[in-house]
Protein backbone atom coordinates (compact mmCIF):
# COMPACT_ATOMS: atom_id res chain seq x y z
CA UNK A 1 0.00 0.00 0.00
CA UNK A 2 1.46 3.63 -0.96
CA UNK A 3 0.48 6.87 0.83
CA UNK A 4 1.02 10.15 -0.69
CA UNK A 5 0.92 13.59 1.73
CA UNK A 6 1.31 17.05 0.72
CA UNK A 7 0.30 20.31 2.57
CA UNK A 8 -1.11 22.91 -0.37
CA UNK A 9 -2.58 26.29 -0.22
CA UNK A 10 -4.53 25.53 -3.25
CA UNK A 11 -7.07 23.49 -1.05
CA UNK A 12 -10.12 24.41 -2.81
CA UNK A 13 -8.97 23.30 -5.94
CA UNK A 14 -7.94 20.46 -4.11
CA UNK A 15 -11.37 19.81 -2.90
CA UNK A 16 -13.01 20.11 -6.41
CA UNK A 17 -10.48 17.67 -7.76
CA UNK A 18 -11.08 15.32 -4.85
CA UNK A 19 -15.30 15.58 -4.85
CA UNK A 20 -15.47 15.10 -8.65
CA UNK A 21 -16.36 18.91 -9.27
CA UNK A 22 -13.81 19.63 -11.31
CA UNK A 23 -13.82 19.83 -15.07
CA UNK A 24 -10.68 17.82 -15.15
CA UNK A 25 -12.64 14.77 -13.96
CA UNK A 26 -14.22 12.74 -17.16
CA UNK A 27 -15.72 10.56 -14.84
CA UNK A 28 -17.38 11.93 -11.28
CA UNK A 29 -19.82 9.01 -11.38
CA UNK A 30 -17.38 7.02 -10.12
CA UNK A 31 -16.08 9.03 -7.68
CA UNK A 32 -18.16 8.39 -3.92
CA UNK A 33 -17.79 10.13 -0.57
CA UNK A 34 -16.46 7.73 2.29
CA UNK A 35 -17.00 9.99 4.88
CA UNK A 36 -16.66 13.43 6.71
CA UNK A 37 -15.17 14.57 9.99
CA UNK A 38 -16.10 17.51 11.97
CA UNK A 39 -18.17 18.88 9.16
CA UNK A 40 -21.90 19.79 8.18
CA UNK A 41 -23.71 16.74 6.51
CA UNK A 42 -22.93 16.09 2.99
CA UNK A 43 -21.68 19.27 2.21
CA UNK A 44 -20.85 19.88 -1.50
CA UNK A 45 -16.88 21.93 -2.37
CA UNK A 46 -17.81 25.18 -1.30
CA UNK A 47 -19.51 23.64 2.07
CA UNK A 48 -16.11 21.49 3.09
CA UNK A 49 -14.06 25.09 2.30
CA UNK A 50 -15.68 27.39 4.10
CA UNK A 51 -15.98 25.22 6.68
CA UNK A 52 -12.13 24.69 7.53
CA UNK A 53 -12.23 28.51 6.45
CA UNK A 54 -14.28 29.12 9.66
CA UNK A 55 -11.85 26.92 11.59
CA UNK A 56 -8.71 28.57 10.53
CA UNK A 57 -10.37 32.26 11.29
CA UNK A 58 -11.00 31.20 14.99
CA UNK A 59 -7.44 30.92 15.60
CA UNK A 60 -4.95 32.47 12.76
CA UNK A 61 -4.40 32.13 8.91
CA UNK A 62 -1.95 29.64 7.27
CA UNK A 63 -0.88 29.83 3.86
CA UNK A 64 -0.74 25.95 3.42
CA UNK A 65 -4.16 25.26 4.85
CA UNK A 66 -4.96 22.23 3.62
CA UNK A 67 -3.21 18.57 3.65
CA UNK A 68 -4.07 16.79 0.86
CA UNK A 69 -3.63 12.66 0.91
CA UNK A 70 -3.79 9.96 -1.44
CA UNK A 71 -3.91 6.36 -0.38
CA UNK A 72 -3.55 3.29 -2.47
CA UNK A 73 -3.51 -0.22 -1.66
CA UNK A 74 -3.54 -3.05 -4.18
CA UNK A 75 -6.59 -4.18 -6.32
CA UNK A 76 -6.48 -7.18 -4.58
CA UNK A 77 -6.48 -5.89 -1.10
CA UNK A 78 -9.64 -4.14 -1.90
CA UNK A 79 -11.34 -6.56 -4.48
CA UNK A 80 -14.11 -7.00 -1.91
CA UNK A 81 -14.51 -3.01 0.18
CA UNK A 82 -17.64 -1.62 0.46
CA UNK A 83 -17.98 1.72 2.34
CA UNK A 84 -17.69 0.27 5.89
CA UNK A 85 -14.35 -1.14 5.23
CA UNK A 86 -12.92 1.83 3.13
CA UNK A 87 -14.19 3.69 6.19
CA UNK A 88 -12.13 1.66 8.81
CA UNK A 89 -8.72 1.43 6.50
CA UNK A 90 -8.63 5.28 6.83
CA UNK A 91 -9.56 5.42 10.59
CA UNK A 92 -6.26 2.54 11.11
CA UNK A 93 -4.80 5.27 8.78
CA UNK A 94 -5.26 8.12 10.41
CA UNK A 95 -4.35 6.76 14.06
CA UNK A 96 -0.86 5.59 12.93
CA UNK A 97 -0.50 8.57 10.75
CA UNK A 98 -1.36 10.86 13.82
CA UNK A 99 1.05 8.82 16.81
CA UNK A 100 4.15 9.20 15.03
CA UNK A 101 6.76 11.39 15.90
CA UNK A 102 9.84 12.22 13.69
CA UNK A 103 13.65 12.37 14.75
CA UNK A 104 16.27 14.29 13.53
CA UNK A 105 19.43 12.70 13.38
CA UNK A 106 21.06 15.47 16.14
CA UNK A 107 18.48 13.71 18.22
CA UNK A 108 15.81 16.84 18.33
CA UNK A 109 12.00 16.39 18.09
CA UNK A 110 11.19 17.82 14.42
CA UNK A 111 7.70 16.65 13.83
CA UNK A 112 5.24 16.25 17.01
CA UNK A 113 2.30 14.02 16.58
CA UNK A 114 -0.23 15.11 14.36
CA UNK A 115 -4.28 15.25 15.17
CA UNK A 116 -5.99 14.28 11.70
CA UNK A 117 -8.60 12.46 13.86
CA UNK A 118 -9.47 16.27 15.66
CA UNK A 119 -9.06 17.88 12.07
CA UNK A 120 -11.51 18.63 10.00
CA UNK A 121 -11.55 16.37 6.57
CA UNK A 122 -13.44 14.90 3.90
CA UNK A 123 -12.54 11.10 2.05
CA UNK A 124 -13.70 9.90 -1.41
CA UNK A 125 -13.10 6.69 -3.25
CA UNK A 126 -11.88 7.40 -6.91
CA UNK A 127 -12.58 4.11 -9.12
CA UNK A 128 -12.42 6.10 -12.72
CA UNK A 129 -8.00 5.46 -13.31
CA UNK A 130 -7.04 3.90 -16.20
CA UNK A 131 -5.57 0.67 -14.57
CA UNK A 132 -9.18 0.59 -12.48
CA UNK A 133 -7.17 0.58 -9.00
CA UNK A 134 -9.72 1.86 -6.30
CA UNK A 135 -7.53 4.95 -3.78
CA UNK A 136 -8.78 7.49 -1.40
CA UNK A 137 -8.42 11.14 -1.67
CA UNK A 138 -8.73 13.33 1.33
CA UNK A 139 -8.56 17.16 2.50
CA UNK A 140 -7.58 17.47 5.59
CA UNK A 141 -7.83 20.63 7.51
CA UNK A 142 -4.10 22.19 8.82
CA UNK A 143 -5.67 23.04 12.15
CA UNK A 144 -7.76 21.23 14.36
CA UNK A 145 -10.21 21.90 16.03
CA UNK A 146 -8.22 22.34 19.41
CA UNK A 147 -6.17 25.47 17.68
CA UNK A 148 -3.23 22.98 17.11
CA UNK A 149 -1.42 23.00 13.71
CA UNK A 150 -0.80 19.49 12.10
CA UNK A 151 2.96 19.64 11.69
CA UNK A 152 3.63 19.11 7.79
CA UNK A 153 7.79 18.55 8.44
CA UNK A 154 8.75 15.25 6.63
CA UNK A 155 4.81 15.11 6.00
CA UNK A 156 5.32 12.64 2.88
CA UNK A 157 7.45 10.11 5.11
CA UNK A 158 4.66 10.36 7.95
CA UNK A 159 2.43 9.09 5.32
CA UNK A 160 4.16 6.38 3.90
CA UNK A 161 5.41 4.89 6.94
CA UNK A 162 1.51 5.05 8.45
CA UNK A 163 0.13 2.55 4.97
CA UNK A 164 3.31 0.29 5.70
CA UNK A 165 1.99 0.12 9.09
CA UNK A 166 -1.69 -0.76 8.42
CA UNK A 167 -0.66 -3.02 5.38
CA UNK A 168 1.38 -5.13 7.65
CA UNK A 169 -0.53 -5.21 10.45
CA UNK A 170 -3.52 -6.44 8.35
CA UNK A 171 -0.96 -9.30 6.60
CA UNK A 172 -0.64 -6.91 3.47
CA UNK A 173 2.16 -6.74 0.94
CA UNK A 174 3.69 -3.23 1.75
CA UNK A 175 5.30 -1.18 -0.65
CA UNK A 176 9.15 -1.90 0.19
CA UNK A 177 8.36 -5.57 -0.61
CA UNK A 178 7.04 -4.57 -3.86
CA UNK A 179 10.04 -2.58 -4.74
CA UNK A 180 12.65 -5.11 -3.61
CA UNK A 181 10.87 -7.67 -5.89
CA UNK A 182 10.84 -5.18 -8.67
CA UNK A 183 14.58 -3.45 -8.23
CA UNK A 184 15.81 -6.22 -10.20
CA UNK A 185 13.38 -6.23 -13.23
CA UNK A 186 14.68 -2.65 -13.31
CA UNK A 187 18.96 -3.46 -13.54
CA UNK A 188 17.94 -5.84 -16.17
CA UNK A 189 15.66 -3.39 -18.28
CA UNK A 190 18.94 -0.95 -17.92
CA UNK A 191 21.49 -3.43 -18.73
CA UNK A 192 19.36 -4.59 -21.99
CA UNK A 193 19.24 -0.76 -22.81
CA UNK A 194 22.95 -0.08 -22.47
CA UNK A 195 23.68 -3.61 -24.66
CA UNK A 196 21.75 -2.69 -27.16
CA UNK A 197 22.95 0.50 -27.93
CA UNK A 198 25.55 0.74 -30.39
CA UNK A 199 27.40 3.72 -28.89
CA UNK A 200 27.12 5.69 -25.89
CA UNK A 201 24.10 8.38 -25.44
CA UNK A 202 22.33 9.68 -22.71
CA UNK A 203 19.37 10.68 -24.35
CA UNK A 204 19.30 6.99 -26.73
CA UNK A 205 19.79 5.48 -23.23
CA UNK A 206 16.93 7.65 -21.67
CA UNK A 207 14.30 7.33 -24.57
CA UNK A 208 14.53 3.82 -24.80
CA UNK A 209 14.03 3.14 -20.88
CA UNK A 210 10.93 5.62 -21.81
CA UNK A 211 9.66 3.55 -24.20
CA UNK A 212 9.85 0.36 -21.88
CA UNK A 213 7.43 2.01 -19.69
CA UNK A 214 9.40 4.28 -17.10
CA UNK A 215 9.61 8.06 -16.40
CA UNK A 216 13.08 9.53 -16.23
CA UNK A 217 13.79 12.24 -13.98
CA UNK A 218 17.08 14.24 -14.71
CA UNK A 219 18.47 16.53 -12.01
CA UNK A 220 20.62 19.22 -13.32
CA UNK A 221 22.99 21.35 -11.53
CA UNK A 222 22.75 25.36 -11.80
CA UNK A 223 25.03 25.33 -15.08
CA UNK A 224 22.42 22.58 -16.85
CA UNK A 225 24.87 19.91 -16.43
CA UNK A 226 23.21 16.64 -15.66
CA UNK A 227 24.30 15.13 -12.17
CA UNK A 228 21.80 12.31 -11.31
CA UNK A 229 18.58 10.73 -12.31
CA UNK A 230 15.83 8.77 -10.96
CA UNK A 231 13.42 6.14 -12.83
CA UNK A 232 9.53 6.22 -11.65
CA UNK A 233 7.89 2.36 -12.54
CA UNK A 234 4.41 3.17 -11.36
CA UNK A 235 4.26 4.74 -7.98
CA UNK A 236 7.88 3.53 -7.28
CA UNK A 237 10.66 5.56 -7.27
CA UNK A 238 14.26 4.27 -7.83
CA UNK A 239 17.59 6.47 -7.81
CA UNK A 240 20.36 5.71 -9.94
CA UNK A 241 22.82 5.25 -7.11
CA UNK A 242 20.44 2.30 -5.54
CA UNK A 243 20.58 0.21 -9.40
CA UNK A 244 23.25 -2.28 -10.03
CA UNK A 245 26.47 -3.38 -8.74
CA UNK A 246 28.83 -1.08 -7.00
CA UNK A 247 26.34 1.72 -8.19
CA UNK A 248 27.57 1.53 -11.74
CA UNK A 249 24.25 3.05 -13.41
CA UNK A 250 24.85 6.02 -11.92
CA UNK A 251 25.66 9.28 -14.51
CA UNK A 252 29.08 9.86 -13.75
CA UNK A 253 29.35 5.67 -14.21
CA UNK A 254 27.22 4.72 -16.93
CA UNK A 255 29.82 5.19 -20.07
CA UNK A 256 32.46 3.21 -18.25
CA UNK A 257 29.67 0.57 -17.91
CA UNK A 258 28.43 0.78 -21.87
CA UNK A 259 32.39 0.49 -22.56
CA UNK A 260 32.93 -2.48 -20.34
CA UNK A 261 29.90 -4.19 -21.97
CA UNK A 262 31.22 -3.28 -25.68
CA UNK A 263 34.91 -2.74 -25.35
CA UNK A 264 38.09 -4.90 -23.94
CA UNK A 265 40.31 -2.37 -22.41
CA UNK A 266 43.90 -3.40 -23.40
CA UNK A 267 47.49 -2.55 -20.97
CA UNK A 268 50.62 -3.72 -22.16
CA UNK A 269 53.95 -2.98 -20.47
CA UNK A 270 56.57 -1.76 -23.18
CA UNK A 271 59.91 0.78 -22.58
CA UNK A 272 59.83 4.29 -24.13
CA UNK A 273 61.19 3.46 -27.76
CA UNK A 274 59.15 4.04 -30.41
CA UNK A 275 57.59 1.37 -32.48
CA UNK A 276 60.33 1.81 -35.16
CA UNK A 277 63.36 1.55 -33.26
CA UNK A 278 62.40 -0.73 -30.37
CA UNK A 279 64.73 -3.55 -30.09
CA UNK A 280 63.53 -4.85 -26.52
CA UNK A 281 60.91 -4.74 -24.49
CA UNK A 282 61.02 -3.94 -20.31
CA UNK A 283 60.32 -6.93 -18.52
CA UNK A 284 56.85 -7.82 -17.56
CA UNK A 285 55.70 -9.44 -14.58
CA UNK A 286 53.97 -12.72 -15.05
CA UNK A 287 50.20 -13.26 -14.71
CA UNK A 288 50.72 -15.34 -11.55
CA UNK A 289 52.38 -12.40 -9.98
CA UNK A 290 50.94 -11.40 -6.52
CA UNK A 291 48.12 -9.62 -6.88
CA UNK A 292 45.36 -12.25 -5.64
CA UNK A 293 44.60 -10.31 -2.75
CA UNK A 294 42.19 -8.18 -5.29
CA UNK A 295 40.75 -11.37 -7.35
CA UNK A 296 37.86 -12.28 -4.98
CA UNK A 297 35.15 -10.30 -4.00
CA UNK A 298 34.88 -8.64 -0.47
CA UNK A 299 32.36 -6.33 1.37
CA UNK A 300 32.97 -2.81 0.21
CA UNK A 301 34.29 -3.37 -3.04
CA UNK A 302 33.34 -3.42 -7.53
CA UNK A 303 34.12 -5.85 -10.33
CA UNK A 304 36.93 -4.60 -12.90
CA UNK A 305 38.14 -6.46 -15.60
CA UNK A 306 41.27 -5.94 -17.65
CA UNK A 307 42.92 -7.19 -20.69
CA UNK A 308 46.81 -8.56 -20.58
CA UNK A 309 48.60 -11.42 -22.19
CA UNK A 310 45.30 -11.83 -24.19
CA UNK A 311 43.96 -12.50 -20.68
CA UNK A 312 40.97 -10.70 -19.23
CA UNK A 313 42.03 -10.40 -15.06
CA UNK A 314 39.18 -9.80 -13.56
CA UNK A 315 39.89 -7.73 -10.22
CA UNK A 316 37.63 -6.35 -7.19
CA UNK A 317 38.95 -3.02 -5.94
CA UNK A 318 37.77 -0.91 -2.92
CA UNK A 319 35.07 1.09 -4.15
CA UNK A 320 36.43 4.26 -2.84
CA UNK A 321 39.39 3.45 -5.04
CA UNK A 322 37.43 3.65 -7.98
CA UNK A 323 35.68 6.44 -6.80
CA UNK A 324 38.75 8.38 -6.31
CA UNK A 325 40.35 7.43 -10.05
CA UNK A 326 36.89 8.65 -11.36
CA UNK A 327 36.68 12.02 -9.74
CA UNK A 328 40.46 12.34 -10.57
CA UNK A 329 40.04 11.47 -14.60
CA UNK A 330 36.63 13.00 -15.18
CA UNK A 331 35.18 11.30 -18.52
CA UNK A 332 32.98 14.43 -18.89
CA UNK A 333 36.74 16.38 -18.71
CA UNK A 334 39.10 14.04 -19.70
CA UNK A 335 39.08 13.06 -22.92
CA UNK A 336 41.72 9.74 -22.93
CA UNK A 337 39.99 8.93 -18.80
CA UNK A 338 39.61 5.68 -19.77
CA UNK A 339 43.20 4.85 -20.66
CA UNK A 340 44.33 6.61 -17.43
CA UNK A 341 42.10 4.56 -15.14
CA UNK A 342 43.10 1.15 -16.79
CA UNK A 343 46.76 2.33 -15.56
CA UNK A 344 46.00 3.45 -12.35
CA UNK A 345 43.83 0.26 -11.54
CA UNK A 346 46.93 -1.66 -13.34
CA UNK A 347 49.49 -0.37 -10.95
CA UNK A 348 47.11 -0.17 -8.18
CA UNK A 349 46.85 -3.72 -8.43
CA UNK A 350 50.46 -4.43 -9.14
CA UNK A 351 49.69 -5.67 -12.81
CA UNK A 352 52.62 -2.83 -13.64
CA UNK A 353 55.61 -3.14 -11.68
CA UNK A 354 58.22 -2.02 -13.80
CA UNK A 355 59.70 1.83 -13.82
CA UNK A 356 58.67 2.28 -17.20
CA UNK A 357 54.67 1.31 -18.28
CA UNK A 358 52.75 2.60 -21.07
CA UNK A 359 49.42 1.68 -22.29
CA UNK A 360 47.99 0.93 -25.55
CA UNK A 361 45.27 1.06 -27.66
CA UNK A 362 44.46 4.72 -26.73
CA UNK A 363 47.17 6.97 -28.01
CA UNK A 364 47.96 8.08 -24.90
CA UNK A 365 51.55 9.12 -25.40
CA UNK A 366 55.39 7.63 -24.70
CA UNK A 367 55.76 6.60 -21.24
CA UNK A 368 58.17 8.09 -19.29
CA UNK A 369 60.60 7.12 -15.96
CA UNK A 370 58.13 6.75 -13.10
CA UNK A 371 59.31 7.44 -9.86
CA UNK A 372 56.69 5.77 -8.36
CA UNK A 373 58.00 3.66 -4.91
CA UNK A 374 57.24 0.38 -3.85
CA UNK A 375 53.87 0.45 -1.73
CA UNK A 376 54.59 1.32 1.36
CA UNK A 377 52.80 -1.49 3.98
CA UNK A 378 51.54 1.10 6.22
CA UNK A 379 49.89 3.02 3.37
CA UNK A 380 46.18 3.06 3.35
CA UNK A 381 43.83 2.01 0.27
CA UNK A 382 43.31 5.50 -0.90
CA UNK A 383 46.50 7.33 -0.36
CA UNK A 384 47.89 4.60 -2.66
CA UNK A 385 45.24 5.03 -5.09
CA UNK A 386 45.94 8.82 -5.41
CA UNK A 387 49.82 8.14 -6.32
CA UNK A 388 48.59 5.61 -8.73
CA UNK A 389 46.40 8.30 -10.02
CA UNK A 390 49.53 10.78 -10.47
CA UNK A 391 51.75 8.40 -11.63
CA UNK A 392 49.36 7.76 -14.70
CA UNK A 393 49.12 10.91 -15.54
CA UNK A 394 52.82 11.71 -15.51
CA UNK A 395 53.12 8.06 -17.37
CA UNK A 396 50.14 9.33 -20.10
CA UNK A 397 49.06 13.10 -19.95
CA UNK A 398 45.20 14.01 -19.25
CA UNK A 399 43.98 15.28 -22.78
CA UNK A 400 41.02 17.63 -21.97
CA UNK A 401 38.24 17.31 -23.93
CA UNK A 402 37.23 20.20 -26.04
CA UNK A 403 33.32 21.21 -27.01
CA UNK A 404 30.39 20.99 -25.18
CA UNK A 405 30.11 19.02 -21.92
CA UNK A 406 27.15 17.66 -22.32
Sequence with gaps: MIAKAKAISHGINAIRYITGESQNKKHPEKIHRILDNLLPSQPDTMGIWNSMQLT??????????????????????????????????????????DKQVIIGKDGKVRSCPTHLANSKYTVWLHTESE?????????????????????????????????ERVAKKRGWTTAAQVRNSNIHQVNRDCMEVLKSMQSWSWEEYKNTLIQKGYTVHEREDGNGILRGYALVNGNTKYKASELGVGRNLMISKLPKTWEKLHHKPQVCASNNQSKETRTEQTPKPPVSANYTQYDTYRSGTVSYTLNHENQNL???????????????????????????????????????ETPNVATGGGGGGGGSQSDLPWRDKDEDDLQWARRCARAASRLLGKKPKTGLKR
Design 131 to 163: GGVPHLHAAVCRMDEDGNINNDHNIHLRAQRAA
Design 314 to 352: HFYIPEKVLDCFNDEFDYRHTANSRELTDMAVAIFVGLL
Design 56 to 97: LSRFRPIKNSVIRIELSPSAEHTRFFDTEDWQQLWQDFVAEF
